[in-house]
């Protein structure tokens, strides 16, 4: 079974640009969630898509923007980039809620590392 | 607000030693307590502990959660280089698709 991809996987970006990252979860998953990454803040998260509906948002500005399509796929996209969003996205797949208990673990993508010059 | 705290932040033993990682949480309606390795990439899941006092185990790691103290241990015996990483804990709560991440261990094993 394909694990989780991301695409790109390395981007640089100028301040004041936006951008988009994308991820497909695991064939069968269809909860996508997205964590920023960096060393100041560690691992965050930033919102949780299910059957394209945002589910759960973190504390991050309006900026940071998803969705999620009807193949479970999902994109984010950060907005007037600012030096301090250069940091590692993560997103991260996981079943459907229902089902049983001991298999919501998240399986994580390789990552998009997004640098703001 | 959810907090997860592992300690300590970082760690450097010897090729052989037994190190023990530590993970306390203050969240509300937990439901479960994870596990990752994080070399250079993105993190690997190690375990998920949802019940107090049950040993989970794998090779030379095993994990146990205390619900009532509201913390988890993670032991890694007979340590190799291997195992140099961070390690990091992660809460679920609410939703359980929402995890809370500590800010990790760091961990260096010497040849």
């Known amino acids: 079974k394909a694990g989780v991809t991301q695409t790109p996987r390395y981007l640089i970006k100028t301040r004041g640009q936006q951008v988009t990252l994308s991820c497909s979860p695991i064939?069968?998953?269809?909860?996508v969630s997205w964590y920023q990454q960096t060393p100041g803040q560690g691992l965050q998260f930033l919102f949780e898509?299910?059957?394209?509906?945002?589910?759960n948002k973190g504390n991050f500005p309006g900026r940071f923007s998803g969705r999620q399509f009807s193949n479970s796929r999902s994109e984010m996209n950060v907005s007037t980039l600012e030096l301090g969003d250069s940091a590692l996205y993560l997103c991260?797949?996981?079943?459907?809620?229902?089902?049983?208990?001991?298999?919501?673990?998240?399986?994580f993508g390789p990552g998009t590392r997004l640098t703001v010059l | 607000e959810d907090k997860v705290v592992q300690s300590p932040l970082s760690l450097v033993v010897h090729e052989g030693d037994t190190v023990t990682l530590n993970c306390s949480y203050e969240?509300?309606?937990?439901?479960?307590l994870l596990w990752y390795k994080q070399e250079k990439k993105a993190p690997t899941f190690l375990f998920m502990l949802?019940?107090?006092?049950i040993e989970k185990k794998s090779g030379r790691l095993s994990s146990i959660l205390d619900k009532k103290e509201l913390f988890s241990i993670l032991n890694i015996t007979a340590t190799q280089t291997g195992d140099s990483a961070v390690y990091l804990c992660?809460?679920?709560?609410?939703?359980?698709?929402?995890?809370?991440f500590g800010s990790g261990t760091q961990l260096t094993v010497l040849p």
């Open positions: 992660a809460v679920a709560s609410g939703s359980a698709r929402q995890l809370t």
């Open positions: 969240v509300t309606n937990f439901r479960s």
């Open positions: 949802t019940s107090s006092g």
């Open positions: 898509y299910f059957s394209e509906t945002q589910r």
């Open positions: 991260a797949s996981s079943l459907a809620p229902s089902a049983p208990l001991g298999v919501n673990e998240q399986f």
């Open positions: 064939s069968g998953h269809r909860s």
